[in-house]
């Protein structure tokens, strides 16, 4: 099983990354898919999950009406819409998958590699 997590960058206050996640391996219908950051000096911490099928879909609420996550099944794709960027939400994000409920963060099962998102001020 792989997570590929791809579209970080240098972007000033206020604009908009996206943010991909595309997963190989296996079938995720039954998956939740989420994202989560680590800024230096800090723990990781959640941003946003979804349910592949049901699509039901979780925030955090620093990020609550300013990030959206969605799923293209067909792509296997998950990807997550960073509008109105704040520096604080500079960090390294991780896309993570697991078929579990109310998993601690380290613990889930799959992990992608990390992409850079810096939010210049």
């Known amino acids: 099983v792989q997570l590929q997590a791809s579209g970080g960058g240098l972007v000033q206050a206020g604009g908009s990354l996206r943010l991909s996640c595309a997963a190989s391996?296996?079938?995720?219908?039954?998956?939740?898919v989420g994202w989560f950051r680590q800024a230096p000096g800090n723990e990781r911490e959640f941003v946003a999950a979804?349910?592949?099928?049901?699509?039901?879909?979780y925030y955090a609420d620093s990020v609550k009406g300013r990030f959206t996550i969605s799923r293209d099944n067909a792509k296997n794709t998950v990807y997550l819409q960073m509008n109105s960027l704040k520096s604080e939400d500079t960090a390294v994000y991780y896309c993570?998958?697991?078929?579990?409920?109310?998993?601690?963060?380290?613990?889930?099962?799959?992990w992608g590699q990390g992409t850079l998102v810096t939010v210049s001020s």
């Open positions: 993570a998958a697991d078929a579990r409920s109310g998993v601690q963060i380290m613990d889930w099962d799959y």
């Open positions: 391996g296996r079938t995720f219908n039954t998956y939740t």
């Open positions: 979804i349910h592949w099928s049901r699509g039901s879909a």
